[in-house]
T-cell receptor, first 112, second 114 residues
């Protein structure tokens, strides 16, 4: 089965800096990779989806890259704000295309 | 407004009791899922359903049961066989269940065994 690692359990950065979160996977390469945001006590919210044939995807201050050779996705938040503080989860489609496999998440804290 | 609704938000259960968590969606999605989340951990898949009257076990199905009698509804029963049921339970749905469609999550049910 797929194993997903996210770079660190927690990441603290200063407001205005760029936050970079990492998602690494083993075994098979997924056709799609997604990123979600989860606030405490709430369900995750979808942010971005990137396909295996796409190198990069952007949405406002968010940027996702997908390197199938390295089996890695990077998630960037530029000009970070305290409101960006949350846990960020990466998710991959499973090998059968029937459900999502989630990583453990990285808790981001943006300090004012 | 379209969405996915879980109830109740908080649930307390005595040891040895079965409890059922509700999940309803009006998004006309075919696929529905149940995940469990423990403190500081990611989401682990309990059960999923791609179509009405069909469902599949996920990674941690033991001690849980589900039904999918209607497209809109996917209730989860936590049975007394689940040895450590205290957790945050999340229900989700997606259009097709394939990775090219996003998952929509409910607000979760926090279950505590007392």
């Amino acid at each position: 089965s797929q194993k997903i690692e996210q770079n660190s359990e927690a990441l603290n950065i200063q407001e205005g800096k760029t936050a970079t979160l990492t998602c690494n996977y083993t075994n098979y390469s997924p056709a799609y990779l997604q990123w979600y945001r989860q606030d405490p006590g709430r369900g995750p919210v979808f942010l971005l989806l990137i396909r295996e044939n796409e190198k990069e995807k952007r949405k406002e201050r968010l940027k996702v890259t997908f390197d199938t050779t390295l089996k890695q996705s990077l998630f960037h938040i530029t000009a970070s704000q305290p409101a960006d503080s949350a846990t960020y989860l990466c998710a991959l489609d499973d090998n059968y295309g029937q459900n999502f496999v989630f990583g453990p998440g990285t808790r981001l804290s943006v300090l004012p | 407004d379209g969405g996915i609704t879980q109830s109740p938000k908080y649930l307390f259960r005595k040891e040895g009791q079965n409890v059922t968590l509700s999940c309803e969606q009006n998004l006309n999605h075919d696929a529905m899922y149940w995940y469990r989340q423990d403190p500081g951990q990611g989401l682990r898949l309990i059960y999923y359903s791609q179509i009405v009257n069909d469902f599949q076990k996920g990674d941690i199905a033991e001690g849980y049961s589900v039904s999918r009698e209607k497209k809109e509804s996917f209730p989860l029963t936590v049975t007394s066989a689940q040895k450590n049921p205290t957790a945050f339970y999340l229900c989700a749905s997606s259009i097709t269940g394939q990775g090219n469609t996003e998952a929509f999550f409910g607000q979760g049910t926090r279950l505590t065994v007392v």
